[in-house]
C-alpha cells in the first residue's frame, strides 16, 4: 500500500470515467495529408530526402503544402501528446530524482558500500545570470497514457484493446451459469484465474476499457568496443491478444537508462 500511494503521488481516481472522449484537435487539408505522408514514410524506413522528394510529388498532386519533416514531428507529437518528460537522474545511474528523492541535491545511494554522493545539479558560476539550477543529467520517458488513448481513439485497435474484457466475460458467464462443473478453458490472460480472482474478490476490471500491463525490465549491452550498461524497461499491454501483444508495434518502450553504470536503485527510474 505505500508503494501504491508513492507510485499514485496524490492521484485520486475520479468517481466515475469520463463518458466522452477528449476533443481531437481539428485539421487541415494541408495537415492531414502531411500526416499521411509522414505515417508511410516512417513506417517504410525512409530517409530524409525521399521525405523531401515524396512531399514535392504530393504536392504537385493536390496542391496542397505538405509540411517539412521537422514541422511534421512536431504536429505529429502535439496531437497524440507523445511528448517525452526528461526526468533528473544521478550522474552514475544509481538513482532517478523521483518519490522519495525527488527533492534531493546529492545521491544517497549507497554502492561497493559507499555512499555516491554526487550531486544533482551543475554549479552556478559566480556572477551568472543563470536563473536556476541545472541538472548534471537526464534520462526521457514516454508518457504511457498517451499512448494507450491514441489505441482506444482508433476505431480498430480500440476493438482490439476490448480483447481482454471479451475473454473475462466469458469466464464469468460460464461460472454463473455452469456453477463450475462445466470444464474450464484457459487461453489467455483474460479467462485466467488469476484474473477472475482480480474481478470477483479484488472488484477490480469492472470497466472493459481498463487496461491490465505488464512491466518487463533488463539489461543490455549497447556497444561492442565500450563498456556500458544500458537498461530498457518496457511495458506490454494485455488488453490485447497474445497474437499481436508481443510485435513492436503493440510494445510500449518507457524508457532506457543511459548508462554507462547499471542503476542502482531500479524502482526510482
Known amino acids: 500500500r505505500a508503494l ?3 507510485l499514485l503521488s496524490g492521484y485520486t481516481l475520479p468517481e466515475h470515467p469520463p463518458s466522452t472522449s477528449p476533443e481531437a484537435e481539428a485539421l487541415d487539408t494541408s495537415q492531414e495529408l502531411t500526416l499521411k505522408h509522414y505515417a508511410a ?3 517504410s ?12 510529388v504530393l504536392e504537385d498532386a493536390t496542391g496542397e503544402t505538405i509540411l517539412s519533416l521537422h514541422l511534421a514531428r512536431k504536429l505529429a507529437v502535439r496531437i497524440t501528446e507523445l511528448s517525452p518528460v526528461k526526468v533528473d ?4 545511474s544509481c538513482i532517478a530524482y ?3 528523492f525527488e527533492n534531493l ?8 558500500k559507499k555512499v555516491c554522493g554526487e550531486k544533482r545539479f551543475k554549479p552556478v558560476a559566480e556572477g551568472s545570470r543563470q536563473s536556476a539550477s541545472r541538472p548534471r543529467a537526464q534520462m526521457m520517458t514516454l508518457p504511457v497514457m498517451a499512448s494507450i488513448r491514441a489505441m482506444y ?3 480498430t485497435s480500440s ?3 476490448r480483447h481482454r474484457d471479451k475473454l473475462l466475460q466469458q469466464t464469468l458467464h460460464l461460472v454463473a451459469t455452469a456453477a463450475g462443473q462445466a470444464h474450464q478453458t484457459y487461453s489467455d490472460f483474460g479467462d485466467s484465474d488469476v484474473h477472475l480472482y482480480h474481478r470477483t474478490k479484488l472488484n477490480l476490471f469492472s470497466d472493459p476499457r481498463e487496461v491490465a500491463i505488464a512491466i518487463s525490465t533488463d539489461g543490455a549491452q549497447l556497444t561492442m568496443k565500450k563498456l556500458s550498461d544500458t537498461w530498457l524497461v518496457i511495458i506490454l499491454l494485455f488488453n490485447l491478444p497474445a497474437t499481436v501483444r508481443y510485435l513492436t508495434g503493440s510494445v510500449i518502450y518507457a524508457f532506457a537508462t543511459p548508462g554507462p553504470n547499471p542503476p542502482g536503485n531500479i524502482e526510482s527510474f
Open 4 to 6: 501504491s500511494k508513492t
Open 41 to 43: 514514410w516512417y513506417r
Open 45 to 56: 524506413n525512409g530517409t530524409v530526402n525521399a521525405y523531401k522528394l515524396h512531399a514535392k
Open 89 to 92: 537522474i544521478c550522474p552514475n
Open 98 to 100: 523521483t518519490g522519495e
Open 105 to 112: 541535491e546529492s545521491c544517497p545511494h549507497v554502492r561497493d
Open 153 to 155: 481513439s482508433n476505431e
Open 159 to 161: 476493438q482490439t484493446m
